[in-house]
């Protein structure tokens, strides 16, 4: 439970994360503030701070550079996430993964649940866990509900790659890595990713390093 009280020190740790300027520290897989879970966002920094926070977030999914990037990961335990991907892939590659372009969104306190019993699966990665990438199998649709950055109401349904987004990152506010779902047998460095792996679907890769598909 939330009191005034410990609202302060997270404040104060946003913005002592802001003053360094630039794009922030991601946070290693290893870290608890990974495993941990997050509170919901209730206003704990405050509009100023949160629009700041939120810019800082965005700036450094641009450097990293990546498609998503949730609080924890630079080492904020708070529910709060944005995606962004401009999917600049080979349409073969873009059609049969669903990746159309995602443009930049805030998710505070998402939640989703799946729409339909499809699944999908392909290989992703996270700045988390720099250096390799896995075969993860989710929810091709999921309905995701919670607000945006001015506390509006969002009870959106996502598909194709920016469901695999929405997916990612909200899962990261519950404390929950992609290799935790992965099959761990397709597991690449990402020189053997791009080496071997960038069909436009893992059939391949499932075959040569002995995994099963959905
Ligand atoms: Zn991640």
Redesign the pocket.
């Known amino acids: 439970m939330a009191s005034p009280s410990d609202r302060a020190p997270l404040a104060e740790r946003v913005e002592e994360l802001l003053a360094a300027g630039g794009p922030l520290p991601i946070v290693a897989a290893g870290d608890p503030v990974l495993r941990r879970g997050t509170e919901p966002y209730d206003g704990q920094l405050g509009p100023e701070l949160l629009a700041r926070f939120l810019g800082a977030l965005r700036d450094t999914m641009h450097a990293a550079p990546g498609v ?1 990037l ?1 609080a924890p ?1 630079v080492g904020v335990p708070l529910r709060i996430a944005v995606i962004e991907d401009p999917a600049p892939v080979p349409e073969e590659v873009a059609v049969a993964r669903g990746r159309v372009p995602q443009p930049f969104r805030v998710l505070v306190n998402p939640v989703y649940e799946a729409v339909g019993g499809a699944r999908a699966a392909f290989f992703e990665g ?4 720099p250096g390799y990438q896995a075969v993860v199998a989710r929810h091709a649709e999921v309905r995701l509900r919670g607000q945006d950055e001015h506390g509006r109401t969002v009870d959106e349904v996502f598909t194709g790659w920016p469901a695999r987004i929405v997916q ?2 909200t899962d ?1 506010l519950d404390g929950t ?2 290799l935790d779902r992965a099959e761990l047998r397709s597991l690449s460095s990402t020189e053997a990713t791009a080496e071997r792996w960038t069909q436009p679907t893992p059939t391949t890769a499932a075959a040569e390093l002995g995994f099963t598909l959905p």
Do not use: I, M, T
């Not at 996270?126 to 866990?129: E, I, K, M, R």
């Open positions: 998503g949730a990961q996270c700045l988390s866990v990612h990152e990261h890595l992609y």
